[in-house]
């Protein structure tokens, strides 16, 4: 059975302090020190990483081994993250997130089931047009009505200018 063919499975796991237990990572302790920007952390799942802050968001170090480099920025509804292998940028929401430069990379949550790859792509893009076009028909329903009571007070203040001007002219003849 290929990766596309699997069902969608529940993500089951737990984050602590310093613990993670996942149904297919499985148990993995870590520990972090930083002081003046310096860093080390050591994982048990993937060993001892040495790291240097940049500047805000962005991050440089060594992990068995090999060169990192990470940055990640947010900007309203947009993250950007950065690395030594390219570019991309993702647009959240509240069912997971699309990645606009490399669709295969983002995901999709309902009712507590986690999809990523193409299939979440595909959801997200649904979602993402069925929330546009929700918002655009109450956009258009909120213009027609401040069109029609800006319509109607505009009416009222004609005929109230008329109807004053008459009764105005009645009495001064």
């Known amino acids: 059975m ?22 297919t990572g499985g148990v ?23 790291h240097k802050r940049l500047f805000k968001g962005a991050r440089m ?14 900007s309203g509804p947009f ?36 999809v990523r790859g193409e299939n979440a792509a595909t959801l997200q893009l649904i979602f993402m047009i069925f929330t546009f076009l929700v918002n655009l028909v109450k956009l258009i329903w909120h213009i027609a009505i401040k069109i029609f009571w800006l319509f109607f007070l505009m009416i009222k203040w004609v005929a109230d200018f008329i109807i004053g001007f008459y009764k105005g002219y009645k009495n001064n003849n």
């Not at 290929?2 to 149904?23: F, L, M, T």
């Not at 509240?94 to 309902?110: A, D, I, M, T």
């Open 2 to 23: 290929s990766v596309k063919d699997k069902a969608p499975q529940k993500r089951i796991e737990y984050y602590g302090k310093n613990i993670r237990v996942s149904r």
């Open 28 to 50: 993995s302790a870590t520990k972090t020190v930083s002081k003046d920007g310096y860093g080390a952390t050591i994982n048990t799942k993937h060993g001892l990483r040495l």
């Open 79 to 114: 993250n950007f993250n950065v690395s030594k292998t390219g570019v991309s940028t993702s647009i959240k929401n509240k069912r997971g997130s699309y990645n606009l430069l490399k669709p295969n990379y983002s995901s999709f949550k309902l009712a507590g089931v986690q």
């Open 61 to 74: 170090g060594f992990q068995n081994g090999n060169f990192q480099f990470i940055g990640r920025y947010s």
